[in-house]
Nanobody, 121 residues
Framework: QVQLVESGGGLVQPGGSLRLSCEAS????????MGWYRQADGKQRELVAA???????NYADSVKGRFTISRDNAKNMVYLQMNSLKPEDTAVYYC???????????????WGQGTQVTVSS
């Protein structure tokens, strides 16, 4: 049974920073690629960033240059460093993991429960 548990969400002012963490447990072979999605009120869930087992990354255009995804394979952790946050970044952020990078890009893997990020003054 694969489990993904997020932490690190919260309330931050515009221009501020937050770091999200996600710990994966269960079958290591089921989770090789990981990513972060987000869903704002009334909107569809969208891919924010993804990282392959080898470190290849992919970012949504809206977060390029502001967000950084990274991973610690020894700890089965993935992180999302979010800088220069904007009100439009407000959403529930979900950790996502799958065996294949392409599966993460398509949202076909396992999901965490989500963590709220609110950017507001």
């Amino acid at each position: 049974q694969v489990q993904l548990v997020e932490s690190g969400g919260g309330l931050v002012q515009p221009g501020g920073s937050l770091r999200l963490s996600c710990e994966a447990s269960g079958s290591r072979f089921s989770i090789r690629a990981m990513g972060w999605y987000r869903q704002a009120d009334g909107k569809q869930r969208e891919l924010v960033a993804a990282i392959s087992s080898g470190g290849t990354t992919n970012y949504a255009d809206s977060v390029k240059g502001r967000f950084t995804i990274s991973r610690d394979n020894a700890k089965n952790m993935v992180y999302l460093q979010m800088n220069s946050l904007k009100p439009e970044d407000t959403a529930v952020y979900y950790c996502h993991g799958a065996e294949l990078f392409t599966s993460v890009m398509k949202g076909l893997g396992y999901w965490g429960q989500g963590t709220q990020v609110t950017v507001s003054s």
